[in-house]
Nanobody
Framework: QVQLVESGGGLVQAGGSLRLSCAAS????????MGWFRQAPGKEREFVAG????????YYADSVKGRSSISRDNAKNTVYLRMNSLKPEDTAVYYC???????????????????WGQGTQVTVSS
């Protein structure tokens, strides 16, 4: 079992930056691939970024590629999402998630993740 708690969301102006954090409890954190997803009002949840269990492979949705960076610190049981050059269309609730399986990579579909945080709101003003 993995419990996840996101933090770091808030209100930011377009062009600004944020770093989201996701703190995990549970002894298996380091064995899970991790992902960030987001859901805007009236829209379906979408994949944003993912990282493998070791932290040496990352992958991004096209919408954030080049201006986002996912990382993890397994010693601290934490995964991060740094977002730069934020746009109003980045406004959403952001969720972190832990993969269902161990030692995997390139999970992007929601059903490949078994554990979810409660979400943190990111609002980008124009």
């Amino acid at each position: 079992q993995v419990q996840l708690v996101e933090s770091g969301g808030g209100l930011v102006q377009a062009g600004g930056s944020l770093r989201l954090s996701c703190a995990a409890s549970g002894r298996t954190f380091s064995m899970h691939a991790m992902g960030w997803f987001r859901q805007a009002p009236g829209k379906e949840r979408e994949f944003v970024a993912g990282i493998n269990w070791r932290g040496d492979s990352t992958y991004y949705a096209d919408s954030v590629k080049g201006r986002s960076s996912i990382s993890r610190d397994n010693a601290k049981n934490t995964v991060y999402l740094r977002m730069n050059s934020l746009k109003p269309e980045d406004t959403a609730v952001y969720y972190c998630a832990a993969s269902r399986d161990y030692f995997g990579t390139h999970y992007m579909a929601g059903d490949e993740f078994a554990y979810w945080g409660q979400g943190t709101q990111v609002t980008v003003s124009s």
